[in-house]
């Protein structure tokens, strides 16, 4: 059985907002979209401590704070004037552009 391919509204270097879960309300930029999990990375959002190996001789080792992924279903796009929303498609000049719901104008 093969899997179909999910289009995602969200896309590397956009604006979100975290819309559920612990981290509701806080706002990042998207590092990287994993299709294939459904999953985003958003810079400075679910941090989690993780133990790292010392690797050098002058490398420290111990405890960092990363980033963990967030589902796709938890961010929403943020609009420049309207905040968190909802986006559509629309064509503009034979190109494909994303379109704000609240306002139609183009992300």
Same mark, same amino acid.
């Given at each position: 059985?093969?899997?179909?391919?999910?289009?995602?509204?969200?896309?590397?270097?956009?604006?979100?907002?975290?819309?559920?879960?612990?981290?509701?309300?806080?706002?990042?930029?998207?590092?990287?979209?994993?299709?294939?999990?459904?999953? !985003?990375?958003?810079?400075?959002?679910?941090?989690?401590? /993780?133990? %790292?190996? +010392? $690797?050098?001789?002058?490398? *420290?080792? &111990?405890?960092?704070? !990363?980033?963990?992924?967030?589902?796709?279903?938890?961010? /929403?796009? %943020?609009? +420049? $004037?309207?905040?968190?929303? *909802?986006? &559509?498609?629309?064509?503009?000049?034979?190109?494909?552009?994303?379109?704000?719901? /609240?306002?139609?104008?183009?992300?």
């Amino acid at each position: 059985m093969e899997k179909t391919k999910t289009v995602f509204r969200v896309k590397k270097d956009d604006e979100v907002r975290v819309m559920a879960g612990r981290e509701k309300g806080k706002s990042g930029r998207v590092l990287k979209v994993d299709h294939a999990k459904g999953r !985003v990375l958003v810079e400075g959002v679910n941090m989690v401590k /993780k133990a %790292v190996k +010392k $690797k050098k001789q002058n490398d *420290r080792g &111990g405890i960092i704070e !990363v980033e963990s992924s967030l589902h796709i279903s938890n961010v /929403k796009l %943020v609009c +420049k $004037k309207c905040g968190p929303v *909802r986006t &559509g498609y629309k064509f503009e000049n034979d190109k494909k552009v994303r379109i704000c719901k /609240k306002c139609g104008e183009v992300v």
